[in-house]
């Protein structure tokens, strides 16, 4: 097989793989963010229940978990502009 030949199914195959760890990558932190929703809603509903809504702006781990949501949504959205761009340069070669 002539070296050129492989030498792009090699680069084509890299390109495929780069976007499937991408995927990856980006399901599993839609699934952190996923679960830090689950945690805030948590603990909005007990504070609602105990009539602390005041009260729950300034405890830590609520403060915490929105600073998590806000990370994980920022790389979310890199983890979509990434996998754009790659598709769009491959259709662009196409």
């Keep these: ?3 050129t030949v492989l030498n ?3 680069k ?7 976007a499937t760890l991408v995927r990856v990558e980006l ?3 839609e699934s952190r963010l996923k679960t830090k929703f689950q945690a805030l809603g948590q603990k909005l509903y007990g504070a609602v229940q105990d ?3 005041k009260a729950i702006k300034d405890d830590p781990s609520v ?3 929105i600073g998590g949501i ?3 949504q920022k790389k979310i959205a890199e983890l979509e502009k990434k996998l754009s761009k790659e598709s769009a340069g491959k259709s662009e070669k196409a």
């Design 70 to 72: 806000e990370e994980s």
């Design 8 to 10: 792009k199914l090699k």
């Design 63 to 65: 403060v915490e978990i």
């Design 51 to 53: 009539d602390l809504l």
């Design 1 to 3: 097989m002539d070296k």
């Design 12 to 18: 084509h195959a890299m390109g495929f793989a780069s």
């Design 27 to 29: 399901a599993t932190e």
